[in-house]
C-alpha cells in the first residue's frame, strides 16, 4: 500500500510542477499565482478522488450485502 502512496505522490508532483511551469510560461503570471491555482486544482481533485473512492466502497459494500441476502 505504501508504494501505491508513494507512486501517486510522485505523480501528482510532475504533474503540479508540469502545470506550474506551464502556466508561469504561458500566461506570464507570477510564481505565487501560478502555484496558488495549481493548488486550488488540486485540492479539487483530491476531493473528487475521495468522493469517488468512498462511493465505490460503499456500492461494493451495498452490493455484497445484498447477495447476502439472496
Do not use: K, N, P
Request: a negative charge; charged letters at 15%.
Amino acid at each position: 500500500m505504501s508504494r501505491c502512496i508513494e507512486y501517486r505522490t510522485l505523480v501528482f508532483g510532475l504533474i503540479a510542477t508540469a502545470a506550474f511551469l506551464t502556466l508561469s510560461i504561458v500566461s506570464g503570471w507570477s510564481d505565487f499565482a501560478a502555484w496558488g491555482l495549481v493548488a486550488v486544482a488540486f485540492v479539487i481533485i483530491a476531493i473528487a478522488y475521495a468522493i469517488v473512492i468512498l462511493h465505490t466502497q460503499a456500492m461494493r459494500m451495498f452490493a455484497a450485502r445484498s447477495e447476502e441476502e439472496q
